[in-house]
């Protein structure tokens, strides 16, 4: 019996009727089979690579043949738009099998959202970590969950290494503790660096888990780079190689963005902007956009970089070094459907960037990608469940609460005289309080979180402070940044490819009053900061340009222009690189000597070692920080790479929590629920978890 054969009969006949398939691809062939013989599996493959299918036609049939009645299977998904994306698909293949679907997330409406306290309920449900944490949150959350049998986890990797990931792992050990069942967890990616640690993160080791990995077929892929630093010239060249062709344009911020649509939308008939400050409403047209006939170019950040199905694109157009391998290939992988070659145009400010980008399409050639790491200390993630707990439990003994935080996965070894720590620093300022032995949301937690139903406490992600863009009529256009709507009302900008003028601030509710203008006089373009802001391209990015640095030329067929442009910044660097090795030379100045210490590390590690050496270095020298080197001016003697590598020798020698105060203290905004912790607490979280400081002396060794 072949796998398609062992499905339910009514599934059967849905694929045959529905999609036309009467077999299966290999991907989903070992999906089921894990599924079917009780394991846990991480699936890898490209996008459009089948994915969904692996996932949900063994959940699908494993309901079928045996049907409960209640919620058996959620999808858990990053993205608001990607569960929308994934409605349509999954209801095709439920409908007729008489299962039940329900969405819930922050875009749906009260009416249009499932009631959970009603008899009836669905057997699957699509959701976002902060919307399934409101359902956790309602009084008959052990009977709703308590036969789920299957948990989805989509694009898994845009979660582990940040507080939505610790967040995740936590909702994934509650729905084993209300469920009787055995919960198998399926997770879904693209390719990653280490598969067996995300797999084994999202499973644990003791249970039976398998990893689903189908190499994707060799598939011919064409590039071309352009290197020019004038901004109108880039508009141009993207305006040419799009025209006519269904596009997607990645840039790095949203502020670019609504730079490069003014000059596009002179020159392209369709063009239209995507990124995470417009409103959703404006984000689906540019979706569906490429569903019309003729050319479209959508201009975006990563928001069109995970699985959105926009159908088949004829290119895509990367501006400026994509920030890691991973995002390239995901980037990549919008082109080059059904046969056709993937096309990528690189449009670089200068010969750097085309340095990076050919490392970047190296590493993917030798199918490298960065290696995730989940959060190693994640104790405002712990505050935040700790409140929680209290706030449906009615208030638990200390023991209580040690023992409940600490069977949850990401905070198992975390000792108890941390958490203590943690609970006697909420408790002196008020954010606990006791009632005999048993602990409560203390008076300043009531008010600082305890607002709307204690909707601060579904969610991790810091708020950026936006203010809500919105008309007189009450229709929404995105979220302005709360500096850019300071000031005097009047201000005239254009945003999402239209002129406006702010009209009104509303601090009390953080909303905007715009109105549509033709004024163009004195026009600002929007900027946003806070979380995504400052993105750093990766150490494998990095590391790859260091090899192709050593090897003295590119492996790419780059045309003679762009050839030659590489080789002339390749000579000019030095010939005695080392792989993975600290380089330090001194070099001729016209008022003394400078310093180059070449570490191929990253900024953030850069950034680190600057702060060590302006410490111990003589003040008055002046530095420049790059993911590839930290530059020093103002040496009076030519032995000041001798003095560089001592002072580093140094460094290396000392203990880590005397370099640890050397390093400037994060701010709170860095994590939500920071502000909630002591600060010997946050120092350790910013040695482990921002700073990486242990990584970064590993380089001195």
Partial sequence: MTTFESLHPVLQEILISELSWDSLRPVQEESINAISEGYDILVLAPTAGGKTEAAFLPVIDAILKHHTGKLSAVYISPLKALINDQTERVIRLCRRSGLEVAIQHGDITKTNRWDFSSEENPDILLTTPESLEVLLGEKDASDTFSSLRFIIIDEIHAFIENSRGVHLRCLIDRLGFLSNENIIRIGLSATVGNPEYLLNWLSSPERKQKLVAIPSPPSKKLFSFIVESNFLKQADFIADAVRGKKALVFVDSRSFAEKLLTPLKEQLIRVFVHHSAISAEERKTAENSFEMDGGTCVICTSTMELGIDIGELDLVVQYGTPLSVASFLQRLGR???????????????????????????????????????????????????????????????????????????????????????????????????????????????????????????????????????????????????????????????????????????????????????????????????????????????????????????????????????????????????SPRKLHIRTEPEEDGWSVSVSTFAGERANKVLTVFLKNRLLPGLEYRTTPF??????????????TVERVLSEVKNTDISLLADELPPLPDTVWKFAPLLPATIKKEMAIRDYYHLRDVLDLLH
């Fill in 335 to 577: 082109t080059g459907r059904r046969g056709s070659p993937a096309q990528m145009v690189f449009i670089l400010n200068n010969v750097c960037e085309l340095l990076t980008s050919c490392a970047t399409v190296e590493s993917a050639m030798r199918h490298e990608s960065e290696s995730l790491m989940a959060r190693d200390f994640p104790c405002d993630v712990l505050v935040q469940q700790l409140f929680l707990y209290l706030k449906r439990s009615f208030g638990k003994g200390r023991n209580q609460v040690i023992s409940y935080l600490q069977s949850l996965t990401p905070f198992s070894q975390i000792n108890r005289e941390t958490i203590e720590e943690i609970l006697t620093f909420l408790e002196e300022n008020a954010y606990l309080s006791r009632d005999g032995a048993r602990y409560f949301p203390g008076t300043k937690t009531e008010i600082e979180l305890g607002y709307s139903n204690w909707k601060n406490l579904l969610s991790v992600i810091p708020d950026t402070g936006g203010y809500l863009a919105v008309l007189p009529d009450g229709t929404v256009i995105g979220t302005l940044d709360s500096r850019f709507v300071a000031g005097d009302p009047g201000k005239i900008f254009s945003f999402t490819g239209k002129t406006w003028r702010l009209l009104h601030r509303d601090d009390t509710h953080r909303r905007a009053l715009i109105e549509p203008t033709y004024a163009n006089r004195g026009l600002k373009r929007p900027f946003w900061g806070g979380v995504g802001s400052g993105a750093e391209i990766s150490e494998l990015i990095t590391r790859s340009t260091e090899l192709l640095i050593i090897r003295g030329k590119t492996l790419l067929p780059l045309h003679e222009t762009e050839r030659e442009l590489l080789s002339d910044l390749i000579c000019s660097l030095p010939k005695n690189f």
């Fill in 629 to 642: 080197a930290i530059r020093i001016w103002g040496f009076e003697t030519s032995d000041a790479g001798n």
